[in-house]
């Protein structure tokens, strides 16, 4: 199909399924319905709070860009995906070697760790997934593959979003594979979009929607389409797929990228940012929606969050409509409370979620701490 043909079907499904659609960043049709209580958790952090991935400095892995031997997770590893498989836990995070100073300025490799327990992680010696010469090299280099989510087709395919860069530009990555060790990468998610529309624009974060099925997380199709929640100018956006490997953000009826969780909500814990956390969790009460707020300092509700300091929260969305947000949280359930948490590379500290997993009867929560470590917590309650 046509973008111009995709675009129509797309307004004429969204005229029933999404009024106030033409509406572009705004949240006014958004609060008046207060949904039952459709938040996971409360999480709590393991007994030694201890981050369960830290750097391994003696790790070395061969380049295949400079053909050198690196360091390949020496200064930080954090912003974790996660999923249970086979009985095991699996756990993807960011490692940044020594090339750089400064945030966003060293290159980042994805590595896997795995638990039988979800309490000891072994680490694999080697990144997973990393620049490599060829197609994709001019937009991952010498920045990298950053920030991962993980999620599970019914066919049992892993499917991979996470951010390339290059130290100019963050482009939405995909990459798939069917036993997380070795991966097929796809390049930018939104590169046949619209003639290449948004292969340019700053994209990251990518949540793509999902169900439980037993103990496993797996992408789920509303009205034959696959949906994606990502970030890009501070706020969160929604994408399209018929395949989860090709993606079209989703506009307004003026062609405008549709913001449907915004920023500049004075007061609370997420005024300066809304960024996409885990995979999104369709349940009995909507599209649960996991993200990442920023403080400005100016707290009203909630926990005191200091300027520029990274929480958690969950918000619900429609389970037919995905751009329509039924409730939007005072108060984040997830926020930096212990000292690796506060401060870190980066010094305002965080708690930046990225992976969900349902394993032996617990809700395991993985996220980056100050942008250094990989956390952990645990909650008993399910949806």
Not at 22 to 32: D, F, V, Y
Request: aromatic share 14%.
């Amino acid at each position: 199909m046509t973008p111009e043909i995709n675009r129509r079907d797309w307004m004429k499904w969204a005229a029933v399924a999404m009024p106030g659609l033409a509406t572009s960043c705004s949240e006014g049709r958004s609060l008046a319905v207060h949904a039952a209580n459709y938040q996971l958790g409360p999480f709590h952090r393991p007994a030694d709070h201890r981050p369960i991935i830290t750097p391994h400095r003696q790790a070395i892995f061969r380049d295949p860009i400079t053909h050198r031997a690196v360091h390949w997770q020496y200064t930080h590893t954090f912003n974790p995906a996660a999923i249970a498989w086979k009985n095991k836990l699996y756990v993807l995070f960011r490692a940044e070697d020594t090339s750089g100073h400064g945030i966003g300025q060293y290159c980042s490799r994805v590595g896997l760790a795995v638990s039988d327990d979800g309490k000891t992680f072994t680490q694999a010696p080697h990144p997973v997934l990393y620049p490599q010469p060829g197609r994709w090299e001019k937009y991952e280099w010498p920045g990298g593959c950053e920030d991962p989510r993980l999620v599970q087709r019914d066919d049992g395919l892993f499917v991979l979003t996470f951010t390339m860069w290059n130290h100019q530009l963050a482009r939405l990555g995909v990459a798939t594979s069917k036993d997380l060790l070795h991966w097929t990468h796809h390049g930018p998610a939104f590169r046949t979009a619209r003639h290449g529309q948004f292969l340019n624009t700053w994209s990251k974060s990518g949540a793509i929607v999902t169900r439980q099925v037993g103990d496993q997380i797996v992408a789920t199709a509303i009205r034959g389409r696959y949906w994606m929640y990502w970030h890009t100018q501070g706020q969160t956006y929604l994408a399209q797929s018929h395949n989860l490997i090709d993606w079209e953000p989703v506009v307004d009826r003026h062609g405008k990228l549709l913001c449907v969780l915004p920023k500049n909500r004075p007061g609370y814990f997420d005024t300066r940012l809304t960024e996409s956390g885990p995979p999104a969790l369709l349940t009995d009460h909507g599209i649960v929606f996991f993200y990442n707020g920023m403080s400005d300092g100016h707290i009203m509700h909630g926990p005191r969050i200091p300027a520029y300091r990274y929480s958690a929260g969950q918000a619900l969305f429609a389970a037919e409509s995905p751009a329509n947000l039924i409730h939007r949280p005072a108060e984040p359930y997830f926020w930096p409370t212990l000292p690796w948490e506060k401060t870190g590379q980066y010094k305002a500290g965080t708690t930046f979620t990225e992976g969900l997993v349902w394993f032996r009867r617990r809700w395991l929560l993985f996220y980056g701490a100050a942008d250094t470590f990989v956390g952990m917590a645990s909650a008993t309650a399910s949806t």
